[in-house]
């Protein structure tokens, strides 16, 4: 089973940007949904972003304009570009991938993201 882990989380002021990243331990090319959720404390996990292997990206309402999801087959890496952040962007994200809609989806253990206001 394929692993991913998350990197570029960190501290930044409102407005500014990050770059997450999501390396998997093999090839994605299989991986036909791939997305980002986030979560805070005492709230269930939401979607962020997600991307299909055709490139179709669906985006949560709250990001839609400052986020953009992408995928790289080549290096097996999934990001999430993120501008304009705000306070609420706040959270844990997480890297999830499945083969399909139906398929147990794998998560990687998380990356912090605080924003400051």
């Known amino acids: 089973q394929v692993q991913l882990v998350e990197s570029g989380g960190g501290l930044v002021q409102a407005g500014g940007s990050l770059r997450l990243s999501c390396a998997a331990s093999?090839?994605?090319?299989?991986?036909?949904?791939m997305g980002w959720y986030r979560q805070v404390p005492g709230k269930q996990r939401e979607l962020v972003a997600r991307?299909?292997?055709?490139?179709?990206?669906t985006y949560a309402d709250s990001v839609k304009g400052r986020f953009t999801i992408s995928r790289d087959n080549a290096k097996n890496t999934v990001y999430l570009q993120m501008n304009s952040l705000k306070f609420e962007d706040t959270g844990v994200y997480y890297c999830?991938?499945?083969?399909?809609?139906?398929?147990?989806?794998?998560w990687g253990q998380g990356t912090q993201v605080t924003v400051s206001s």
């Open positions: 999830n991938a499945r083969r399909s809609w139906f398929a147990t989806p794998t």
């Open positions: 093999g090839s994605i090319v299989s991986l036909n949904i």
């Open positions: 991307i299909t292997s055709s490139n179709i990206t």
